[in-house]
T-cell receptor, first 116, second 116 residues
Framework: AQKVTQAQTEISVVEKEDVTLDCVYE???????LFWYKQPPSGELVFLIR????DEQNEISGRYSWNFQKSTSSFNFTITASQVVDSAVYFC???WGSGNTGKLIFGQGTTLQVKP | DVKVTQSSRYLVKRTGEKVFLECVQD?????MFWYRQDPGLGLRLIYF???????EKGDIPEGYSVSREKKERFSLILESASTNQTSMYLC???????????????FGAGSRLTVL
């Protein structure tokens, strides 16, 4: 069965430090999608990025970058020069490809606290 | 600004009460979801609906029911609330064909329910 593991329950860093949030998934599917969502204190999950299984190209968006490696079944998220506004719960999630009504599977979430 | 609105941010109910959690989206989305969020467990799917009057069970439907009489509104019902249903409840929606794995969900801000 598919599974998403975020082994880091809580991370605390000081502002301007770099931080990496780990995400490991298990699957036998060949076609699937991976996502990262951010949940700030306001409660509303916000979509950050989507990757499909055929696209291992890493992505950078401002201070955010994502490293997708199929060989290690990982989709890690790095924040460079963290800021207090980055404090949130971050969820990695997985869904398999197409032609089905399968559900979106979420990891346990990683709470990031960025201290000033 | 497109939105998913959950009518109650905080509710306190007593064991045995019937509880209604309401969710409204203004994006004309076909698909709507109810998730439950608990520490260390991530988000777990309770029910989803891909059309008016249509519903499917998620991972943890026991103790819950849903209603979708209008496209924009998806209600979660706890017929007889119990203390183990104390949790954060998140509603979400998406417009794309749910058979596509690429769907990105838009979430509401959540309803935190305490059952005494």
């Amino acid at each position: 069965a598919q599974k998403v593991t975020q082994a880091q329950t809580e991370i605390s860093v000081v502002e301007k430090e770099d931080v990496t949030l780990d995400c490991v998934y298990e699957t036998r599917d060949t076609t699937y999608y991976l996502f990262w969502y951010k949940q700030p204190p306001s409660g509303e999950l916000v979509f950050l990025i989507r990757r499909n299984s055929f696209d291992e190209q890493n992505e950078i968006s401002g201070r955010y970058s994502w490293n997708f490696q199929k060989s290690t079944s990982s989709f890690n998220f790095t924040i460079t020069a963290s800021q207090v506004v980055d404090s949130a719960v971050y969820f990695c999630s997985y869904r398999w490809g197409s032609g089905n009504t399968g559900k979106l599977i979420f990891g346990q979430g990683t709470t990031l606290q960025v201290k000033p | 600004d497109v939105k998913v609105t959950q009518s109650s941010r905080y509710l306190v109910k007593r064991t045995g009460e019937k509880v209604f959690l309401e969710c409204v989206q203004d994006m004309d989305h076909e698909n709507m979801f109810w998730y439950r969020q608990d520490p260390g467990l991530g988000l777990r799917l309770i029910y989803f609906s891909y059309d008016v009057k249509m519903k499917e069970k998620g991972d943890i439907p026991e103790g819950y029911s849903v209603s979708r009489e209008k496209k924009e509104r998806f209600s979660l019902i706890l017929e007889s609330a119990s203390t183990n249903q104390t949790s954060m409840y998140l509603c979400a929606s998406t417009s794309r064909d749910w058979t596509s794995g690429a769907n990105v969900l838009t979430f509401g801000a959540g309803s935190r329910l305490t059952v005494l």
